[in-house]
């Protein structure tokens, strides 16, 4: 029989005394009696396993586990499962496996109580208690609990993934992640929430979920305090203070401090859109925006505010709304010190800093500092306008466009400027008067605007572009609102009305000047003359 492998601290059943002569690992302080033993656990730490099974080349760090592991391709399988009928080389296999069937779990923590099958699995659960990670990786030096993690965890350097969907032809690096990944294609979810009745395909994402029920939240920061659901989001949180981005795209350099970042990230890139609502067939680059999107069809707004009760389809929605109560903005930029109330908010303002467009349209190559505004763009060349006024009838491209014109209606003016007074339909545009703060530059002539639109109009003076075109006489205008005021020649629409007399004016301005007749306003003087005018006529008629 082969000489014992196992520390002495396992098998004896005295204690170690001093007298007694010991071996310690000089990595995790660990003592053994014998020099053999010590080496052979100093395995453990630099991950060399010189044992190759000659039939398969898997490998082993001892001698023992190797005979044992042979017996796999030599020995009959003779002991049998009578529940499962699963087969094994021998009983002691057998007696382990049988403990699934019956939940005989007669190993305990003596730390924390929770019992397990096998006594292996013990030793591998204390180390969340002591914190020991004996394992590294000989890449990076990250440490881990157990080997197999550290196995897994150089497949992130290698980019092996050896587990493969003979369906989709998609690869993992985990076989339980190919497990739940096969759960899509045949639409199985066996794990199911006894509180919402919620169905998932992998244990895992039903324990996260249940701590939605729960509110129980085990791992928590420890520089920061912060608690999370899950260790991947933690893992994740972590990196915010230690600034690691472990993850590069190939095609631009952009680095992520995780690995579902880099992956929708390239999206950007690709331009793939895997994720299709079945109810109005659009597409989506992330599996989360297709979630928020089917809530339009079902009406559906699970995220609400403790504060005033106000209820959103999406938790970044209620994110945004809740600083309205609190006014705090702790996302603030590096560079000029505007605050923000959310980080995504944060990240698209630094564009404006940086010059940073990663958004192309694929029809005329035109790029973009964010997703929504490609996505609007795209909407002059397909002509769509999914915005429809139910008062009227008009259709518009964007959500404000819709809502700047619902005011036309209902002269609604909810925003109050609590420098002059005045209301207007819009918030921010106004204010910008008042602080004079114009953050958006022209690369071309230097010229500052106070919006970004304005200085998109303001190019097209550089480019001659004229992208907008009557559908009636075919006349390019360089703006939407240009061609939107010359179509009124053709339709004859009148939709501005004094409040006063009731005269209807094709545009907003004309109307402006108009109420000067009731109001008496003259804000144009003449400094030739010193008279006062409704209009700046007069001095461009002098000059």
């Not at 969340?128 to 150089?154: L, M, N, Q, W």
Request: hydrophobic share 20%; net charge positive; charged share 25%.
């Amino acid at each position: 029989m082969e000489k014992s492998e196992k520390s002495v601290e396992l098998i004896s059943p005295e204690p170690m005394t001093k007298e007694m002569s010991s071996y310690d690992c000089d990595i995790c302080r660990k003592s053994f009696l014998q020099k053999s033993d010590l080496t052979m656990h100093k395995r453990i730490h630099r991950g060399e396993k010189p044992y190759p099974c000659d039939i398969c080349s898997k490998s082993f760090s001892c001698s023992s586990k190797l005979s044992l592991h042979q017996r796999i391709h030599t020995e009959e399988k003779s002991y049998h499962c009578d529940v499962c009928d699963k087969s094994f080389s021998d009983n002691g296999a057998l007696t382990k496996h049988k403990r699934i069937h019956t939940g005989d779990k007669p190993y305990q923590c003596d730390v924390c109580g929770k019992s397990f099958f096998n006594i292996c699995y013990v030793t591998k659960h204390k180390r969340s208690h002591t914190g020991e990670k004996p394992y590294h990786c000989d890449i990076c030096g990250k440490s881990f609990s157990r080997s197999s993690y550290v196995a897994v965890h150089k497949r992130i350097h290698t980019g092996e993934k050896p587990y493969h969907c003979d369906v989709c032809g998609k690869s993992f690096s985990q076989s339980i992640h190919l497990t739940g990944h096969k759960r899509i294609h045949a639409g199985e979810k066996p794990y199911h929430c006894d509180i919402c009745g919620k169905s998932f395909s992998q244990s895992i994402h039903l324990s996260t979920h249940i701590r939605i029920h729960t509110g129980v939240k085990p791992y928590t920061c420890d520089i920061c305090g912060k608690s999370f659901p899950e260790n991947s989001k933690l893992t994740r949180h972590i990196r915010i203070h230690t600034g690691e981005t472990p993850y590069h795209c190939d095609v631009c350099g952009k680095s992520f401090s995780n690995n579902n970042a880099l992956i929708s990230h390239r999206r950007i890139h690709t331009g793939e859109k895997p994720y299709h609502c079945d109810i109005c067939g659009k597409s989506f680059s992330q599996s989360n925006t297709l979630k928020g999107h089917r809530r339009i069809h079902s009406g559906e707004k699970p995220y609400q505010c403790d504060v005033c009760g106000k209820t959103f389809s999406l938790n970044g929605d209620l994110e945004k709304h809740k600083p309205i109560h609190t006014a705090e903005n702790p996302y603030h930029c590096d560079i000029c010190g505007k605050s923000f109330s959310g980080n995504c908010a944060l990240v698209a303002h630094k564009r404006i800093h940086t010059g940073e467009r990663p958004y192309h349209c694929d029809i005329c190559g035109k790029s973009f500092s964010q997703s929504y505004q490609l996505t609007v763009h795209r909407r002059i060349h397909t002509g769509e306008k999914p915005y429809l006024c139910d008062i009227c009838g008009k259709s518009f491209s964007q959500s404000n466009s819709l809502k700047v014109h619902k005011s036309i209606h209902t002269e609604e003016k909810p925003y109050d400027c609590d420098v002059c007074g005045k209301s207007f339909s819009l918030n921010v545009a106004h204010k910008r008067i008042h602080t004079g703060e114009r953050p958006y530059h022209c690369n071309i002539c230097g010229e500052s605007f106070s919006h970004n639109s304005i200085l998109t109009a303001h190019k097209r003076i550089h480019t001659g572009e004229k992208p907008y075109h009557c559908d009636i006489c075919g006349k390019p205008c360089s703006n939407n609102s240009a061609l939107t005021s010359h179509r009124r020649i053709h339709t004859g629409e009148r939709p501005y009305h004094c409040n006063i007399c009731g005269e209807s004016f094709s545009h907003n301005s004309i109307l402006t000047v108009h109420k000067r007749i009731h109001t008496g306003e003259k804000p144009y003087h003449c400094n030739i003359c010193g008279k006062s005018f409704y209009q700046n006529k007069h001095q461009t008629t002098l000059t």
